[in-house]
């Protein structure tokens, strides 16, 4: 059977379920960017030398929401972006690209970066696209769904999982926000990436996740990315 790009294959081998999301990828890869940021750390005046200033570098993800005549404006955490210093993008091409950010909201967690289009090379600009995007008022619990960021820096990485749970109450830092829960596998530099429905539409941003610490009460805490 011919299939559209936004089909996937489930097929069964030694009573193990494969699902092929490959054309949902390919389709969707251009659309999602690395996003690498520095910080500046202020390490305190404490004893006889005194203190200082250091630079750290974080990783996080975003995804191509839109654009016009002037900037290419990308969808990300609020976290991936706070107290930067320094952004870069890099795109689909391996090319990285100076970015600001251009608006946020604390609450939501959510960021909007932009860059300046003057300065991105004509073969950049041909290999991105302008993500889609889908409802996630529709989702059920149970759907599949695919996210895919630049898991702990190494570049883009793709996991899939099903819905687990809908408007979740999550406590992050001093809010409350009802979020979408999912098993696929989200680390660092994950968040701002793209969460996708089977059409490849994206329904939402993936941004924290329940981890284990032997300490806890929670030490097996497995596959609760939200």
Do not use: C, W
């Amino acid at each position: 059977i011919k299939l559209k790009h936004t089909d996937s294959i489930t097929t069964k081998s030694e009573g193990v379920y494969i699902t092929d999301v490959s054309d949902i990828v390919d389709e969707v890869m251009p659309s999602i960017v690395a996003i690498t940021s520095k910080t500046i750390i202020s390490s305190g005046n404490f004893g006889p030398f005194g203190g200082g200033n250091y630079t750290t570098e974080g990783a996080g993800s975003g995804v191509i929401i839109a654009e016009d005549d002037d900037e290419i404006y990308i969808l990300t955490n609020y976290h991936v972006v706070e107290n930067t210093t320094e952004l870069s993008v890099k795109f689909i091409d391996d090319e990285s690209y100076d970015a600001k950010i251009k608006g946020v909201s604390e609450r939501k967690d959510i960021a909007v970066v932009s860059l300046d289009r003057s300065k991105i090379k004509t073969t950049t600009l041909n290999s991105i696209k302008i993500a889609t995007i889908g409802n996630s008022d529709e989702l059920k619990v149970g759907n599949g769904i695919i996210a895919i960021g630049n898991a702990l820096g190494y570049g883009q990485s793709v996991t899939t999982g099903v819905v687990s749970a809908l408007n979740r109450e999550v406590s992050t830092d001093d809010y409350v926000q009802e979020m979408i829960q999912i098993d696929a596998a989200i680390n660092g530099g994950n968040s701002g990436g793209a969460l996708l429905n089977s059409k490849g539409e994206v329904v939402g941003i993936n941004t924290l996740k329940y981890s284990s610490n032997s300490s806890s009460s929670q030490a097996s805490v497995e596959g609760m990315g939200f």
